[in-house]
């Protein structure tokens, strides 16, 4: 197969398996996707779900968030890990919303990025699951398959960002992000990997990545 016979092959595999896309993190609106995805730095979608309902339950804007002080906020949030850090965040922010943005989210990435604790993949993946503008946001699982897939080399997720823009059409990005990442989760996970479920990978799976697996399934 040849690169475009291959991307060809993963956007149809992954409608097979994902003809619809659930968004993984709960939210009612742009202002509770984004303080869900900050949340979500380095910890999981399910224990973030389960902290937002007792922080929203406080808090589901900005005005009322500013209410709330810093160490309220860590509180609540101390689960999901990163706390202080992200608690600053979401009060400095929830500040500059009001301040600067009349309390709406902004629908402009260079706005978002300029928010407290919100970077380039948080303001990716609120422009294309709040706003449905065409972005690709590369987390963990993204950057380990398109590296598997040897559709990127891995070197860091600008790289595999960058990849994903030029090989997938514009138009399908904002599901495809999102069918990568559940694929990742329960087909191609980085521990407890078994190639047998992973049609992807063992169809047109890195040369390299292949070897190293079937090594390390010899030895074990």
Known sequence: MNKQEKVQFVI??????????????????????????????????????????LLFAKADNPYAMVKLTI????????????????????????H???????????ADIEALEELPAVG???ASVVMSQAFEVPSFPVDTHIHRLMYR???SNGKNVVQTERDARRLFPKEIWNELHLQIIWYGR?????RGWNLEKDIITRTIGRKSVL?????????G
Do not use: C, F
């Open 12 to 53: 149809e595999t992954l409608k097979e398996i994902y003809p619809t896309v659930p968004i993984p993190l709960d939210h009612k609106d742009p202002y509770t996707l984004l303080i869900a995805v900050l949340l979500s730095a380095q910890s999981t979608d399910v224990r973030v779900n389960q902290i937002t309902p």
């Open 71 to 94: 160490e309220e906020i860590r509180e609540i949030i101390k689960p999901v890990g990163l706390s202080p850090m992200k608690a600053k965040g979401i009060y400095g922010l929830s």
């Open 96 to 106: 500059i919303l009001i301040d600067k943005h009349g309390g709406q989210v902004p």
């Open 120 to 122: 380039h993949k948080t």
């Open 149 to 151: 897939w040897n559709l």
């Open 186 to 190: 329960e087909y191609s996970p980085a």
């Open 211 to 219: 070897e190293e697996y079937y090594k390390k399934r010899t030895r």
